[in-house]
C-alpha cells in the first residue's frame, strides 16, 4: 500500500468516525434530549402571565358604589428586542401618567429576561400616550384596576389592594375570597423577528370575575360622621378620632370614621398609621363613658337606687395607697347616685364599685362584651384589655369602675352603650349585609351571634333615665338635641404613660343614643390629644350632636320630643271652626324606670298629679309618655321590684 493510499485511509477514518460522532449526536438530541431542548426553547420563546379577573364592587346599604373595578392596561417589554435602552427609556419616561423616571424605567429595561413589566393597570388614556411612541418591543396587556369613586369616604373601612388584585386591608382583604374572582392565564410568544404577541386567555383559561359586596355602611351617615370628626379634630388640633354610628336594633354599622385616613386610590402616598381602622383596631382607656357598667351593676344587685345618697367625700377618695380625685377639682358632698352619673362623679362611682366587690364588677364587665372581639367582619380587630380577677391589685375595682386599668376598642363602648339602650340586650355588631354575585343573588350573609340578655329591662329602664339626666342637667349638656331626647354619657381619660398618667395628654369621648326612648341610633366619638380642652362634655358632645341631628333627619326620624303644650284656638277662629276652644294641656312624661320619688317630682314638674300602685321603680303608667293631660291631670303608676 503506497503512501498515499495509507494517507486516503485515515482521512476515510477520521470523516467516519466523524460522521459517527454526528450522527450519534444528532440521535441524543432528537430522540434522548428531545424533551430537554423542546422545553428550553419554549422558555426563551414564552411567557405565561396571570390574568386578574375582574374584582366585585363594594357598595354601601343604598347600592352606592364605593370600590369597583375598571379597565385598564399594563405595559410590558422585551429588553432583548430593544437596542437603544437609554433612548427608549427617556421616551417611556415623557409620559406623564406614568409617572416614572428615565433611571427607573432603564432599570427595568436592564434585565436580562425576554419579558418585564413597565406599569401595570394604568389608565387607558395613558396607555394610549405610551402607544402613540410606537416602540418595538414593547406592548399591552388588557387588565382592571381598582377604582374608589368617592376617594376617602370609609377608606379605613373598605381598604385597599395591591397590584396584583389581593385585598391588603379592610373589606377588600376579609373578603377578598368572594371579591376577587378566579385568575386566569395568558401566554406571550416571541417570533423569529423579536417581535411579541398574545395566544390563550380563552376557554378554560379565561378569568372568573368576582361577587358584590353590600355593606351595612349608609354612604350619607358615613359623610355626616366624618365630616363632624373632622371638623372637631381639626379645631383641637388632636392627634386622631374615631366616630361610629351604630343601629341599636340590629347592630348594623351605618358609620364608621377613623383619622387620620387616606385615599385607596393611591394608598402608597400616605404612611401606613393612616390606613388603620381605629374604630376597632385601637385601645384605649375609656374613662368616665365606662362608668355606665358599674351603674348597671349596682342597680342589677340592689345596691343603689337613683334616688339613693352617696356621700362624695368632699373631692377625694382613698384606696389602699392611690387617692381618687374629682375630676377638674370639684369637691362634691352627698349627692344622688343619678346625680353622680350626671355630674360624672369618680369617688360616687368608686364608693359604688367597692360596695359590689371584685368579682360583681369583674362578672358584669365581662357580661358587656369588654375583653373580648365583638366578631364584627373586619381584620385586625383588638381583644381589648382586661386582666383576669386574679391578677387584680387593692385598687383595681376603683380604677377599672372610672375606666382605667382597661383597655378597651371604641365599638366595645358604642356596643356597650346600645345594650342599655336595647333594653338589657346586647346585639353584635355587623358591617356586611350580604355577597351577591353578578345576576343580583345572595350567595352569603354572615352568620351572627343571637342578642344576649345583659342586664334586666329593669334595670335598663333605670339607667336610661339617669343617661337622659347627664344630657339634661349634667357633663353632656352640649350633647342636647331640639327635637329628640339624648341620653349619653361623657369620658375625659388620661393617657397612660409609663409609672402612671400623663397630666396633659386626654382622649376626651362621648357615648350616647337618640332617641332616648325609642332608640335608633348609638354613636360614640372619641378625640384623642385634643389641644386646648380636655373635657368629652365640651370637645366630643357637640360633634355627637351634630352627627346624631343630621343623621336622625336624612333618616326621616320622626322628632320625640312632644310640645309642652297645645295653643289655646282665639275665639273667633273657634266660632268660625264650630270646634270647642282646648284647654292648655302638658305632655305626660315617661316615668318608666324611675323610683317613686323621682316619678312623682318628675310628673309634678310638668304640673301633673300621680297615683301609684306598689314600691320599687316604675314599670309602666297610664297614659302613656307623650299624651296631653290637662294641667293637674292625673297619672297612674304601677311600682314593682324594691330595692
Known amino acids: 500500500m503506497t503512501l498515499s493510499q495509507k494517507r486516503v485511509i485515515q482521512i476515510f477514518a477520521v470523516l467516519a468516525a466523524w460522521a459517527v460522532i454526528v450522527i ?130 370609609a377608606a379605613n373601612v373598605i381598604g385597599h389592594v395591591g397590584v396584583d388584585g389581593e385585598g391588603l386591608a379592610g373589606v377588600e382583604h376579609s373578603f377578598d375570597s368572594y371579591v376577587r374572582g378566579k385568575a386566569g392565564k395568558v401566554t406571550v410568544l416571541r417570533d423569529a423577528r423579536r ?98 357598667v358599674a351603674a348597671a351593676a349596682g342597680i342589677e344587685e340592689r345596691i343603689v337606687t337613683p ?36 355630674k360624672s362623679s369618680n369617688v360616687g362611682t368608686v364608693k359604688v364599685a367597692l360596695a359590689l366587690g371584685d368579682r360583681r364588677l369583674y362578672d358584669y364587665v365581662r357580661r358587656f362584651g369588654f375583653g373580648e372581639r365583638t366578631g364584627i367582619e373586619l381584620p385586625g380587630e383588638a381583644n381589648g384589655i382586661l386582666r383576669h380577677i386574679s391578677r387584680w391589685s387593692q385598687v383595681s375595682v376603683a380604677s377599672i369602675s372610672i375606666g382605667q386599668e382597661i383597655g378597651a376598642t371604641p365599638l366595645q363602648v358604642v356596643r356597650a352603650m346600645a345594650t342599655v339602650a336595647n333594653g338589657g340586650m346586647s346585639v353584635q355588631p355587623r358591617i356586611i349585609e350580604k355577597v351577591v354575585d353578578g345576576e343580583g343573588r345572595t350567595i352569603a350573609t354572615p352568620k351572627r351571634a343571637e342578642p344576649k340578655r345583659v342586664i334586666s329591662e329593669r334595670t335598663a329602664a333605670v339607667l ?34 409609663r409609672g402612671g398618667y400623663s397630666a396633659d395628654r386626654f382622649i376626651a369621648s362621648f357615648a350616647g343614643y337618640v332617641p332616648a326612648d325609642r332608640p335608633r341610633l348609638a354613636i360614640l366619638v372619641t378625640v384623642d390629644e385634643p389641644k386646648g380642652e380636655q373635657y368629652g362634655g365640651v370637645i366630643a358632645a357637640p360633634a355627637f350632636r351634630e352627627i346624631a341631628e343630621a343623621s336622625l333627619r336624612y333618616l326621616r326620624v320622626t322628632p320625640s320630643i312632644p310640645q309642652r303644650s297645645i295653643t289655646v284656638a282665639p275665639p273667633l277662629l273657634a266660632a268660625f271652626s264650630q270646634r270647642p276652644v282646648a284647654a292648655e294641656r302638658s305632655a305626660v312624661p315617661d316615668l318608666r324606670g324611675l323610683d317613686a320619688r323621682a316619678a312623682v317630682a318628675r310628673a309634678t314638674a310638668s304640673g301633673l298629679t300621680v297615683e301609684a300602685v306598689g314600691s320599687g321603680v316604675v314599670t309602666s303608667q297610664q297614659p302613656g309618655a307623650g299624651e296631653a293631660l290637662p294641667a293637674g291631670g292625673r297619672i297612674a303608676i304601677i311600682l314593682a321590684g324594691a330595692m
Open 24 to 153: 450519534a449526536r444528532l440521535i441524543q438530541v432528537q430522540f434522548v434530549l428531545h424533551d430537554h431542548y423542546t422545553n428550553r426553547a419554549q422558555r426563551q420563546q414564552e411567557r405565561t402571565l396571570a390574568l386578574n379577573p375582574m374584582r366585585g364592587s363594594i357598595l354601601d346599604s343604598r347600592g352606592r358604589v364605593l370600590a369597583e373595578s375598571v379597565a385598564a392596561e399594563s405595559v410590558y417589554a422585551d429588553p432583548q428586542a430593544i437596542a437603544n435602552r437609554k433612548s427608549v427609556a427617556a421616551r417611556l419616561a415623557s409620559v406623564a401618567g406614568l409617572r416614572m423616571s428615565a433611571r427607573e424605567v432603564e432599570a427595568k429595561l436592564r434585565s436580562d429576561a425576554g419579558f418585564v413589566w413597565i406599569a401595570r393597570q394604568i389608565p387607558l388614556a395613558v396607555a394610549d400616550e405610551v402607544r402613540k411612541l410606537k416602540i418595538s418591543g414593547v406592548d399591552f396587556i388588557d387588565e382592571h384596576a381598582r377604582a374608589y369613586p368617592r376617594g376617602t369616604l
Open 464 to 497: 336610661n333615665e339617669m343617661l337622659k339626666g347627664v344630657v339634661e342637667h349634667g357633663t353632656g349638656m352640649q350633647a342636647a338635641l331640639a327635637e329628640h331626647v339624648v341620653a349619653g354619657k361623657t369620658g375625659t381619660s388620661q393617657k397612660a404613660v
Open 307 to 342: 334616688s339613693q345618697m352617696i356621700h362624695c367625700g368632699e373631692g377625694a377618695i382613698r384606696i389602699a395607697n392611690l387617692e381618687i380625685n374629682e375630676h377638674g377639682g370639684h369637691r362634691y358632698g352627698l349627692l344622688s347616685f343619678a346625680e353622680v352619673l350626671a
Open 195 to 292: 417581535g411579541m404577541y398574545l395566544v390563550g386567555g380563552e376557554g378554560a383559561n379565561r378569568p372568573v370575575d368576582g361577587n358584590d359586596v353590600v355593606l351595612t355602611i349608609d354612604g350619607v351617615v358615613q359623610f355626616i360622621a366624618e365630616r363632624a370628626l373632622a371638623n372637631v379634630v381639626t379645631r383641637y388640633r388632636a392627634v386622631s378620632g374615631t366616630a361610629i354610628v351604630m343601629d341599636t336594633r340590629d347592630g348594623r354599622i351605618l358609620a364608621m370614621a377613623s383619622l387620620p385616613t387616606f385615599d385607596p386610590n393611591r394608598f402608597g402616598d400616605f404612611p401606613p398609621a393612616s390606613w388603620r381602622n381605629r374604630a376597632v383596631q385601637d385601645n384605649y382607656e375609656p374613662g368616665s363613658t365606662f362608668k355606665i
